[in-house]
């Protein structure tokens, strides 16, 4: 199973927020903007082997590029509304990851990512993800791709433009924020 559970009623602060973390190295958590502790469980063997394929080709990609960095679906960052997000694939321009001290690469990187992905594992709430990639566009992600292989579907939101659905695609294009890559939907679709 892994779909996500909102605690509303528990709001935390940084410090109890790291404090469950650290505490409860099995589980993966987010928090929302307004303190909500979000618990999302692992992934099953099937989104777990289609999240590595999407990662390996991003990494790829960056690796031939050398234009930034790229983090897992472990890696959450610190939004600027103060939400906690862990996308399943983002990447991060070279320039604006230079800008972060030592301290805060090691940390919860304090920025939204230039690009990220939200794959779809089938116990997912659809209308959670649409409204975590909407966080994301807010916060200054400039390309994001909601997969959703249950249906063949993808969802491209971009900076200040309508959310674009496509079915069936067998490609993605990074577009002008990733130039020259493109995601191999065969085995992610499978």
């Not at 909500?36 to 990494?59: A, C, F, H, I, R």
């Not at 649409?130 to 390309?143: D, P, T, V």
């Not at 577009?175 to 939907?185: A, C, M, Q, S």
Request: aromatic share 8%; proline share 7%; glycine share 6%.
């Amino acid at each position: 199973m892994n779909s996500s559970l909102t605690i509303n009623s528990l709001k935390l602060s940084d410090a109890d927020f790291e404090r469950i973390v650290r505490a409860n190295p099995e589980w993966n958590f987010e928090q929302t903007a307004a303190g909500d502790l979000v618990v999302v469980p692992p992934t099953g063997g099937t989104s777990g082997n289609k999240n590595s394929n999407l990662s390996y080709q991003l990494e790829a990609w960056n690796l031939a590029s050398d234009a930034g960095k790229t983090f897992d679906s472990n890696t959450m960052f610190v939004l600027p509304n103060n939400a906690k997000r862990m996308p399943d694939a983002s990447w991060v321009r070279q320039d604006r990851w230079d800008a972060l001290t030592p301290q805060q690469q090691d940390g919860y990187p304090p920025l939204c990512p230039d690009f990220v992905v939200e794959l779809r594992s089938p116990t997912d709430s659809f209308e959670q993800l649409q409204a975590k990639m909407q966080e994301y566009i807010k916060n200054g992600a400039r390309l994001g791709w909601l997969i959703n292989p249950q249906d063949r579907q993808v969802e491209i939101y971009r900076q200040a433009q309508p959310v674009e659905v496509l079915q069936a695609p067998s490609t993605l294009s990074g577009e002008d924020v990733l130039p020259g890559f493109v995601l191999n939907l065969q085995h992610i679709f499978a």
